[in-house]
């Protein structure tokens, strides 16, 4: 299967009431446990690549590890622009050989929104590229740029609904409660809005902020129509984790292999582990 856009697997999943997970790679010992895991779980996959992270490797150094490691994958891998904000630098990324792309012009006015993500869907779809955008502020931090709880609000929903008829989107990102990097407290979750955009449109949504979310929540979002769950965080602290734990363990060891591949392992079950959460498992094949 390889690399693929995201568009028809995840309007798969939504016909399906389950979700495929997007997980944010940022190394090649990460990419590979990210789609290692998928392979061992037969699940569909969309690996992303944060801005910043493009901008620290380089755009031709990602598109060698995706053909590399998931060009003849045998599930569906999407090669995923995570929360861009420039135009041009989604554009770069399509014409280096990304499968799916986000921009996120969500900080700007409606009205503005929609016209760059109109841009970015005009040149996405002349080469069968996916879309994902997103409307409202969520909380938390990322990329650079920190959303407080003061500045974030919820997607207005008339506004999402009217967005989302407007353009084709492989998938839409509304602002309904969750937050990026860790909770403090209980998310109060907007599954109202949840279940009247994805009805009204028929669209798969996107739930971002999904490290930390309970089980019980990400369920009832992946049933009123999330057919896509971002982990980052979670994988951020499995990456530093795997390589702090293994030399607690073996304070006398070090061989960079070992260490390399405990975190690797140590990336690729918590994936697993997400993608099984999800219902991904063994979607492959079907």
């Known amino acids: 299967m390889g690399l693929l856009s995201m568009k028809p697997m995840l309007a798969t999943a939504r016909a399906d009431n389950y979700a495929v997970g997007a997980f944010n790679a940022v190394d090649f010992n990460s990419t590979k446990a990210i789609i ?3 392979e061992e779980c037969r699940a569909p996959l969309i690996v992303q690549f944060s801005v910043k992270t493009v901008d620290y490797w380089g755009r031709e150094t990602l598109v060698e590890w995706m053909k590399d490691l998931a060009g003849d994958a045998p599930v569906p891998v999407a090669f ?7 135009v041009e ?4 990324c399509i014409e280096a050989g990304w499968t799916s792309v986000m921009i996120d012009a969500s900080s700007f006015p409606f009205e503005q929104n929609l016209a760059m993500t109109r841009q970015v869907v005009d040149m996405a779809s002349a080469n069968g590229i996916g879309v994902e955008a997103e409307l409202g502020q969520i ?3 990322e990329e650079d740029m920190i959303v407080d709880d003061a500045d974030a609000h919820l997607v207005d929903t008339e506004q999402a609904i009217n967005f989302c008829v407007d353009l084709d989107l492989a998938v839409f990102a509304p602002a309904i409660g969750t937050v990026h990097g860790f909770y403090k407290g209980q998310p109060r979750i907007a599954f109202d809005r949840i279940d009247e955009i994805a009805r009204r449109t028929g669209i798969p949504l996107a739930l971002h902020g999904g490290t930390g979310l309970s089980d019980e929540v990400i369920q009832r979002c992946i049933q009123l129509g999330c057919a896509k ?9 499995a990456f530093v984790d795997g390589v702090v734990d293994y030399h607690r363990d073996n304070p006398d060891d070090y061989e960079p292999l070992r260490v390399i591949d405990a975190q690797y392992e140590r990336m690729k ?3 697993a582990e997400k993608i ?7 979607r492959a094949t079907t």
């Open 36 to 38: 290692r895991a998928a």
């Open 80 to 86: 995923h622009l995570d929360h861009c904000k420039d």
């Open 89 to 92: 630098f989604v554009g770069g």
């Open 139 to 141: 909380v938390g931090i």
């Open 229 to 237: 769950v971002n982990i980052s965080t979670q994988l951020k602290h």
């Open 269 to 271: 079950r918590e994936v």
């Open 276 to 282: 099984t959460q999800f219902g991904g498992a063994d």
